[in-house]
């Protein structure tokens, strides 16, 4: 298009935004499609209402329209040079937008909803919002499919009105009516209030979010110190293991070679033995012969000269006969070496059950015990403190137990004294990992909390579960309910006399077990604990024993 050329927007009809067809002019000088402009005026028709859609001024009687020949001579000429386009699709409202009410046929996508008209607008049937003073002063918001619900369903008007007493929002009719009397403000200045109590909880959930990312990362930090330490034990393992093959062998080498340097001591001492003998056989052999050969000679008188003359027989430098011992030459070796054997498998069984205990015991954070062995080696031996004791109570069994007695004892006063409700403290502020058990009989109420617990008056910030300083069982004859912070929920789980507490300080987790042949989790709760804890019952009736766990 030609810099001088008008744009598009200037030939457009403003009701249905495209090139204007069969054009006609209307008494304020605006321009639109004749077929638009008609319709927008039959549907007035009933109210004599005509009005210009843009200006919005008023036309009675009824204006007579006519097609601008001129006007729709433009209009072609421009068609021709390429000025026809519709606008972009992406212009028009799709099913999950929010439609412009003033549109007819094809909708555009609204830019803005007024809160005061109740309808949604798009670009160009906003203008008068920005032009036209009385709209000033109507609220705009982005587009809302929702208008209709700010208008109250039984009065038909607009809802501007929030009531604090039923926390509603309702109209200026409801006001007077069903809600006089109440605590009644603007809707803008009930926003205002929700605004803080919504930044409020949203800058809880941010500190929840910063303490949630901070646990994430010690718990990455946590895996990598799990997989070094592994890597670390196993490398170091096998180096271990392999110093004790090479030893194994060493000794084995060794053992060889002290046999085959006995073997051939022995071997050449027999061998010597043997030689020796055998010389002497061929010398008794050669002098055998000797006196064969003289039992032959016949003359008498030679054969004794010669008999006479042979040297007497020496005495053997070896004993007559040789003793063979049993054939058990090296075997004892063997037996020695088997024993050797049967030592290491020993000490190599004995050894592999304690490395295997030590593996089964890394301690990983998070991970609660599943066997009640398990819980065991958490167990911390809990002492109760006669100075938190209220007066109905008397500590005995080493101050490890506790009976109501229904009667006052005479107690020193003193500040950390629970003045009404019939609760102890444990001596032991409680840290880490920690297990203990109570053997109860009547009602009592197993509970752990803060120090800072307020020890008088009978309102709930002195009784266990009863604030957010304390957690508590209540454990009564057919069932369980679990307090914090006065809120109070009923729990399923066996019944039993005893029941065992399991609290990992560091990870937030506070866990009741009901303890009989089996463990069976009663109430589990995840948290932020802030301080040290102590352990601590409400006898209601009764008694309650801080056992040691077998």
Sequence with gaps: MEQNQPDR??????????????????????????????SFWDEGEQKKNYHCPQCRERFTPRPVLKKSTMLAALVEQLKKTGLQAAPADHRYAGPEDVACDFCTGRKLKAIKSCLFCLASYCEKHL????????????????????????????HG?????????????ICYLCSVDEHKGHNTVS?????????????????NIQQRIQDREKDVKLLQQEVEAINHSADKTVEDSEKIFTELIRLLQKRSSDVKQQIR??????????KDVQEKLEQEITELKRKDAELEQLSHTEDHNQFLFRL????????????????????????????????????????????WTNISLMVT???????????????LKYSCEITLDPNTAETMLVLSEGNRKVTWMNQHQSYSSHPDRFTVWRQVLSRESLTGRCYWEVERSGRVFVAVAYKNISRSGGGNESEFGGNDKSWALDCYSNGYQFGHNNNWTSVSGPVSSRVGVFLDHEAGILSFYSVSKSMTLIYRVQTRFTQPLHAGVWVWSGSAEFCKPK
């Design 187 to 203: 809707a803008r200045a009930g926003r205002t209030e929700r605004q803080r109590e919504l930044e409020e909880r949203r800058g």
């Design 127 to 154: 203008q008068p919002h920005y032009d036209v003073a009385p709209l000033k002063k109507h609220k705009l918001v982005e587009p809302s499919k929702n208008l209709q619900e700010n208008i109250c369903s039984k």
């Design 261 to 270: 340097s006995q073997q051939e001591t022995e071997v050449s001492r027999v």
């Design 9 to 38: 927007e200037t030939f457009s009809c403003s009701i249905c935004l495209d090139l204007l067809k069969d054009p006609v002019t209307i008494p304020c000088g605006h321009s639109y499609c004749m077929n638009c402009i008609k």
């Design 157 to 169: 008007k607009v809802i501007d009105i929030f009531c604090r007493t039923d926390q509603k929002c």
């Design 361 to 375: 015991q890394v301690d990983v954070l998070l991970s609660e015990p599943t066997t009640r062995a398990g819980f």
């Design 308 to 351: 006479l003359s042979l040297p007497a027989l020496s005495e053997s430098t070896h004993s007559s006969s040789i003793n063979i011992r049993p054939l058990r030459h090296f075997e004892d070796v063997t037996a020695a070496v088997s024993e050797l054997r049967e030592k290491l498998q020993d000490v190599l069984r004995d050894s």
